[in-house]
């Protein structure tokens, strides 16, 4: 009964179609679509920049404010196959799987780095023992301080990356 009720569906979506200009309006069909919103551990909002993810919450509020949200999720397979929406989710998932991609080597950079500082400094200590060499000791200190400047540099560039990817608005025409 529910199953025919939904498909016989035929609710106007002229209230909708406005939002699919809208970036928050495309954050949300990619997170309805894709189920992105806490999966797997990963908070799809809290990794939104700032002035977006405040974006995103108030167009999701005036959603349901305005009694938009059943009319959003029972439409939904209708508003994806409207015009060019199908093609700018498409274009949308693959700069998402660009940032995550991007994001994980960076991820593994930067634990690397950790690694390699841990061991410099560690061999470092054992050749300040009275059989090792002081002076090798000294260079790996030296080598692993340098190292824990990498660090924020790697955060930096990932940031930077990141911003590059996401400054290219993905807007339908």
């Known amino acids: 009964m529910v199953k025919e009720s939904i498909s016989n569906w035929n609710r106007d979506l002229s209230a909708i179609t406005p939002l699919i200009h809208n ?3 495309l954050d949300l069909l990619f997170m309805l679509k894709n189920g992105k ?5 990963f908070n799809y909002i809290e990794n939104m920049e700032t002035a977006e993810r405040d974006e995103f919450l108030k167009g ?19 508003i994806y196959s409207m ?4 093609k700018t989710m498409d274009i949308y998932a693959h700069r998402s799987r660009n940032k995550d991609r991007i994001a994980r080597l960076y ?5 690397g780095n950790d690694i390699m500082v841990g061991l410099e400094f560690l061999i470092g200590s054992f050749e300040f023992f ?7 000791g000294v260079y790996l200190f030296i080598a692993g301080s340098s190292q824990l400047l990498i660090r924020p540099i790697i955060e930096i560039s990932k940031r930077i ?3 590059r990817i996401n400054r290219t608005k993905i807007y339908l025409k």
């Open 83 to 86: 015009g060019d929406v199908a």
């Open 60 to 78: 999701s509020i005036s959603i349901i404010d305005n009694g938009l949200l059943v009319t959003l999720i029972l439409g939904f397979e209708k």
């Open 23 to 25: 970036r928050w309006f």
């Open 107 to 111: 991820w593994y950079l930067s634990i």
């Open 161 to 163: 990356h990141l911003y």
């Open 130 to 136: 009275p059989t090792g060499n002081e002076t090798l």
């Open 37 to 41: 919103y806490g999966n797997g551990g």
